[in-house]
């Protein structure tokens, strides 16, 4: 769903639908479902580790971003 931003002539708000709302809340679902899955055999500290490891990808991959690198 496309809407014009009041405050910004230049912007659109986008948004989901209902029926976007209702699969995107089941799909988070299912997604949850299978993470405890795959994640199952870790230990908590196993499962931290991990953790850190995903936040510094992602940390490096902003930077890379922001950098402009392709």
Known sequence: MKTA????????KLGLT???????????DDLRAVNDRLFSGL??????L???MFEKILTEGR??????VD
Do not use: P, Y
Not at 63 to 68: D, H
């Open 5 to 12: 931003d009041h405050s910004d002539g230049r912007a659109w």
């Open 18 to 28: 209902a029926k976007g709302d209702r699969l995107c809340a089941q799909l988070s």
């Open 43 to 48: 230990s908590r500290s196993e499962m931290a």
């Open 50 to 52: 991990v953790m850190r």
């Open 63 to 68: 930077t890379l971003i922001s950098e402009g």
